[in-house]
């Protein structure tokens, strides 16, 4: 999601902090509109470091999520998030897991979802953690940037 999908306003570094702080960027909704209407299926998977850290309640993050979803239209049919960090300030959400970037469970479970294939699929993302992830989840990865031609502009 951040970064490849939106950005926060605030603090672009960290992710949205609420409904109204997050911009769809360039490109992305057009780019997913066309993949649709060639009958794709889309879905996001996000690592959400700021519940763990204390920044955002998990109910509040989904709430990010869904305005974000629509935002995009609706067109993500699946979304998860793993609110989890080994370094969390939140006893609930410290600990390392099989579902956080660049670990391949949160793609695991897209994959179960749309009962696809590893092959069949594609990854896009704007970090090292995705590209890990998707090797790991034996996927396609493209970087975002290259995905989303007018995000190079």
Not at 80 to 97: T, V
Not at 110 to 116: D, H, I, S
């Amino acid at each position: 999601m951040d970064g490849t999908l939106r950005k926060a306003r605030l603090f672009p570094a960290a992710g949205p902090l609420a409904t109204w702080d997050q911009t769809i960027l360039p490109g992305r909704l057009q780019r997913m509109r066309r993949l649709r209407g060639e009958g794709h299926r889309l879905g996001a998977v996000s690592n959400q470091a700021l519940v763990a850290m204390g920044l955002l309640t998990l109910p509040r993050c989904e709430l990010i999520m869904e305005e974000t979803n629509r935002r995009l239209d609706g067109l993500l049919e699946w979304i998860r998030i793993c609110p989890h960090h080994p370094l969390g300030l939140r006893p609930r959400y410290r600990r390392s897991c099989a579902c956080r970037k660049p670990a391949p469970g949160m793609l695991e479970e897209a994959l179960a979802f749309f009962r696809v294939g590893p092959r069949e699929a594609l990854f896009v993302g704007d970090r090292e953690t995705d590209r890990l992830a998707a090797a790991a989840a034996g996927m396609p990865f493209e970087p975002a940037g290259e995905f989303f031609p007018a995000a190079r502009r």
